[in-house]
Structures are given as C-alpha cells and as structure tokens.
C-alpha cells in the first residue's frame, strides 16, 4: 500500500485564491469501508523546501546496492525524517521503498544525512520532512533509457493468468530490462531480477510483456538511437488479497485538474460564509485504461453541505492514473476513495 499521509502546503493560484488539493489512492474492497492512503498529485513531497547541501555522485555510487547496481536496476524511496538544528535530516524513517526487497531503503537512509536543509525554508528543528531519494540507472550498450508513465498494461486478470503454479500462494517481484519500440512497446524482454527465486516468477513477468506500452517523450523519438526500459512487475496470487480486493499501490497520474480549473470550483456558498477551507470526498471505480467511473459524492464534505464534496465530483472528471503503478502492479476495478482538500487564501 502506499505511505502513510504527508502534509501538503497550499497551492497559491493568481492574486486571490490558493488552492490545495490532495488525492488519495487506496486499495480497494468490497465495501465502501476500505482504507485510504493519501497520494500528491500536485505537489511533490518537500515542497517549496530547499537543500543547500546534498550527496556527491560518488556517495550515491557508493551507496548503490551492489545487487541492484549489477543489473542496473532503479530504485525510489519515500522517507519521514527529523530536523535538526543545523538543517540536517536524522532518524530518518522509511515510509516505502520500490522495489522491495533490495536494500534501497537503508541505502537512502545512509544518503540521507548527506542533504541538509536551507534554515529560510526548512520546517523548525525537531519537526519532521519527507521526501524521496530516487537511484538512476543507465541502459546497456548504446541504448537510451526512457523513463515514462505507462499508457497500456497488463490488468488483474491478465496478472492473476499468468501466476506459476509453483508460485506458492506468495507476491512475485520480478525486474526486467526491455527494448522499446518506437510507438512504446516492448521488445526483447530480459528478466533480470526475480524475488522468490525459482518459482517461475520470471517466465510470467515475461508473458506479460507484449501487454505493456510506454508514453515515450517525444525528444527522445527524435534521436532515433535504440531505446531501452525498464519494467518492474509484481505479480499477486489469484487467491490473494491483493488479486481479490484488487489492491493498488503508488499510482501514476496521467492527467489531474490544473490550477486554473481548480480556481473555478471553490464552492460559492463556502466563500459567501467566510469559509477558507474545506474537504470533499468521491468515491470511483478505475477503469482499464486508468479513468476514473461510477463517481459518486462520499458523503457531505467538511464543513458539511457547503458543497466540497460537490467540487470535488467536478475535479476529478477527466483525472487518469497510468494501467500500472510505480510498485509494478495493475488498477483496473479498483474502488478508490478521494478526499479532495480546497483551501481559499485571500491575498
């Protein structure tokens, strides 16, 4: 599942309204129960702090696990750490680490007390801040690596079809390194790292691979050099709670609302009582292509009846998440609640 929530500072939109706004992906369930995990769409994790001091390439080379660096493998991890006087970070905490299983956790939490913070914009000493360490990795040969949200991939069923009978009951992790048409496709698939080991793992993530297409960016196209990617793929038992509540982690969004649109739909009767702030929420189903269907407003918005949740059933038309998240798992069918927080700011 994804990280627990982190705070999110307010969105300053023109010369009258900021507008803050914070999504949530969850796991689904069969009743409109199921937990919510708190997701930003706009904003990145640490925002509008700043580093006045970070880890050299070599401390990053350094740290790199030897496991993940020999087959090239990247790495992402969110981390909740302290502040210290100095603007250095310490006790730092990992909240999620993708993929699992290869050390870059720890590793990010060595790099860690590398960074320190500038004292104008950091939160005071003794307070927490989260951010991520991501660990960049190269193609093979002449390759370029494309790095870019998925568009097509394989959903539960296709996952759960293709789980080996000899997987044992357990999540499968498998990394690959693929060649990469140039209208996104893949090709010439390599599983380099599976996670159990022998259990087949490696065969399905293999199977699964025509079903992947990649938004490539356009400059990259230009070049015309071969180009690579890489394709982490988790693969849940059928049987499974992650098969069976269809559980997602770590989403990818393709489109969100803009500040712009935001701006127009801060509930009129909120402003006319004086009202700065407020929180509505919407509950959808995520289609196979990552929209988001059958929303409906879950239930009267915070303050109540001032039409937050109202705003909130407008603000997420048109959103998509990518088929396939960051944690190498699929959407489709998911039930995911979105609590949508709007914050007025006269200036």
């Not at 000493?125 to 494309?146: K, N, W």
């Not at 140039?182 to 022998?198: F, W």
Request: glycine residues 12%; negative net charge.
């Amino acid at each position: 599942m994804a990280a627990a929530g982190q705070d999110l500072g307010g969105l300053i939109l023109g010369a009258m309204l900021a507008v803050a706004i914070l999504f949530a992906a969850v796991s689904a369930a069969p009743t409109p129960e199921s937990a919510t995990a708190p997701l930003s769409v706009l904003s990145p994790m640490g925002l509008g702090t700043r580093f006045v001091q970070r880890p050299s390439g070599n401390e990053y080379n350094s740290l790199y696990p030897h496991a993940a660096a020999n087959v090239g493998m990247p790495g992402n991890v969110a981390l909740d750490c302290g502040v210290e006087a100095d603007g250095h970070l310490g006790k730092c905490k990992v909240e999620h680490e993708i993929p699992e299983g290869v050390s870059f956790g720890g590793a990010a939490v060595s790099l860690a007390h590398f960074f320190r913070l500038d004292p104008e914009t950091a939160p005071a000493a003794g307070g927490d801040f989260r951010f991520s360490i991501g660990f960049a990795t190269v193609a093979d040969g002449d390759a370029q690596l494309a790095v870019g949200p998925w568009l097509a991939a394989p959903g539960f069923a296709d996952t759960s079809a293709a789980y080996p009978d000899i997987g044992g009951g357990v999540t499968g992790q498998v990394f690959m390194r693929c060649g990469l048409e140039r209208d996104g496709r893949l090709k010439d698939c390599k599983a380099l790292y599976e996670r159990p080991i022998e259990r087949d793992f490696d065969v399905a993530a293999l199977k699964l691979a025509h079903l992947f297409q990649m938004r490539i960016d356009p400059a990259l196209l230009k070049s015309h050099e071969p180009l690579a990617a890489n394709v982490l793929v988790r693969i849940a038992a059928p049987f499974g709670d992650d098969a069976k509540l269809r559980r997602i982690a770590d989403p990818v969004w393709l489109s969100a609302p803009n500040l712009a649109q935001l701006s127009r739909l801060f509930p009129a009767q909120a402003n006319t009582k004086g009202v700065t702030a407020g929180t509505g929420d919407v509950d959808c189903t995520v289609a196979a292509d990552g929209t988001l269907v059958d929303c409906q407003k879950d239930g009267p918005g915070d303050p109540p009846n001032l039409g937050f949740s109202d705003a909130a059933l407008k603000a997420v038309a048109g959103m998509r998440m990518s088929p396939w998240t960051e944690d190498g798992g699929p959407v489709d069918g998911a039930r995911i609640r979105l609590p949508i927080r709007f914050t007025s700011v006269a200036q």
